[in-house]
């Protein structure tokens, strides 16, 4: 039987594509979309997931979500990585867009897991501040989630993407990330430490302009202006960074987990900073880890299989 998931993000070129990747996956059954501030703005968010589910032909509704972080701070929007409509600046045109869902992300988030307990793996790919709410809301969701699985942070000391600590995800939000891996569930991060090392080159790219297929010309052209951000730093191609987070649920035995309590550092120079303790290493007691829950962390992964696990699946149409 397919794996139940709830997939929340903040549309987004490389969020696009992980709803593509998640959608065509026979092994996932996609029961809700659920969009955050992030890539762009909130309203914008929204518009783009009602876009895509259009345009994929996904049946799972779409509840908008948080338009600012816990503290009520929105942020600069990243236009010169997402574009101004969030999508690359592709065309949106000639789709009717369907109605999103009246309730609030973190009500259809709650009711969800609480209408299929134990069943619903929640995966994020923006900032975490609609799991937050939905933990606020209703404590008890900690016992009724599969589990998460999120795309964010950088652990293994190598610079973030937004600062030289922080990874945009964590940053956007930091009291909202610390706060879902202080839960007491299952949280695993992928994190820039594995996405940095999956590419995807131009000439997948140039094929899915060609294939025919609406979805793969579309992410092909919304992921133009994507490509021409990455060749500021020599990178021939993209990071495959969200629909890492989707693979892992595919296929977990292609990633090295290591496990540990996570701290995310909420104010000051390193705010939004991932940080986990080895639980092997006997710190002094009062450690702002101790009592925290072990959560796993991907620190390497098999990125050629798991590339093509993207392609393969990706490429795999709707009426197949």
Known sequence: MPQKVLFDTDPGVDDAAALLFLHRAAALDLVGITTVFG??????????????????????????????????RAGPVPVHVHGENGLGDAPLSGIDLPRSDPRPAHQLIAETLRAHPGEVRVIAVGRLTNLALALDADPGLVELARDIVLMGGAFAGGNGNVTPAAEANMIGDPDAADIVFGAPWKVTAVGLDVTRNILLPRRVLADWADSGDPGLEFLAAAKRHYVAYHDRFGVDGCY?????????????????????????????????????????????????????????????????????????????????
């Open 240 to 320: 495959v960074h969200d629909p890492a987070a989707v693979a892992y649920a595919l296929d977990p035995g292609l990633f090295e987990i290591t496990e540990g309590p996570v701290r995310v550092i909420r104010d000051g120079i390193a705010m939004g900073q991932t940080i986990q303790a080895d639980p092997a290493i006997p710190y002094p007691p009062g450690s702002a880890w101790e009592g925290r829950p072990v959560q796993n962390v991907a620190r390497q992964a098999n990125a050629s299989a798991i590339l093509d696990l993207f392609e393969e699946t990706i490429a795999v149409s709707a009426e197949v």
């Open 39 to 72: 890539n762009a703005d909130i309203a914008t968010c929204t518009r783009n997931a009602l876009f895509l589910k259009a345009l994929f032909g996904i049946e799972a509704p779409v509840a908008e979500g948080a338009g600012r972080d816990l503290r009520g």
